[in-house]
């Protein structure tokens, strides 16, 4: 069994390189489209300097913060949290080209633990562009793992849970209604999925051979 230290010092650990996509489709208007926003600008909060990341805006049509990843900076975190906040317009679903998009993003060279967070109510007709797109990731050296933080789960929720899996990384389900449960605290452990790692690269070996 292997399990973190109880005690970890933000920056001492392996640094992250995050890609955002947030859902601003027509079916996110009014709570869900706010819950998710507040969870992205949780999210970048708790990036550090050293980690890097890009946000992007989809529906009809997919918009960037900056067309490169960046430095987690104070500065680049206020600026991403302004522009998302003014990007109102709203159209379709259109997961599957900002997917391809983010996915070839050039990749920062070293040591990174890389993830790509979708921020959806899971409303999405293009399942099968998306789901080989995220088996296609999958073979990369330095893939992006693939998670997914679905607002209200829509009736093709099941399709947040195979993207997490093909993408080995994890769906986790939050309620855009405040009153239904603690939203903080469930944001909280979910945003422990994607937290600071100690290590990365674990390899286990099994020296039976009947296992």
């Known amino acids: 069994q292997v399990a973190p230290p109880v005690h970890h010092r933000l920056g001492s650990?392996?640094?992250?390189e995050v890609i955002l996509l947030?859902?601003?489709s027509?079916?996110?208007?009014?709570p869900k489209w706010a819950a998710t926003d507040w969870a992205v600008?949780?999210?970048?909060?708790d990036l550090g300097e050293r980690d890097r990341f890009a946000l992007a805006v989809f529906h009809n049509s997919t918009?960037?913060?900056?067309?490169a990843l960046r430095p987690a900076d104070a500065a680049a975190v206020t600026q991403a949290v302004e522009w998302l906040r003014q990007k109102t317009e709203?159209?379709?679903t259109e997961l599957g080209v900002a997917l391809e998009q983010a996915i070839n993003l050039p990749r920062t060279d070293g040591d990174y633990a890389r993830h790509l967070l979708i921020l959806t109510d899971a409303a999405i007709t293009d399942a099968a562009r998306i789901l080989r797109l995220a088996d296609e990731e999958r073979t990369h050296a330095?893939?992006?793992?693939?998670?997914?933080?679905?607002i209200d789960a829509a009736p093709n929720s099941f399709l947040a849970l195979e993207l997490a899996e093909r993408g080995g990384g994890v769906a986790r389900f939050l309620t855009s209604e405040p009153d239904q449960e603690d939203i903080t605290t469930a944001l909280d452990?979910?945003?422990?999925?994607?937290?600071e790692p100690v290590f990365t690269g674990l390899r286990l070996g099994v020296n039976r051979p009947q296992v």
């Open 13 to 16: 650990g392996v640094a992250r």
């Open 22 to 24: 947030v859902d601003h």
């Open 26 to 30: 027509g079916s996110m208007t009014g």
């Open 41 to 45: 600008e949780r999210f970048l909060g």
């Open 63 to 67: 918009h960037w913060f900056d067309s």
């Open 90 to 92: 709203s159209g379709g």
């Open 142 to 150: 330095h893939a992006r793992r693939i998670s997914v933080l679905c």
């Open 189 to 195: 452990e979910v945003l422990a999925d994607w937290a």
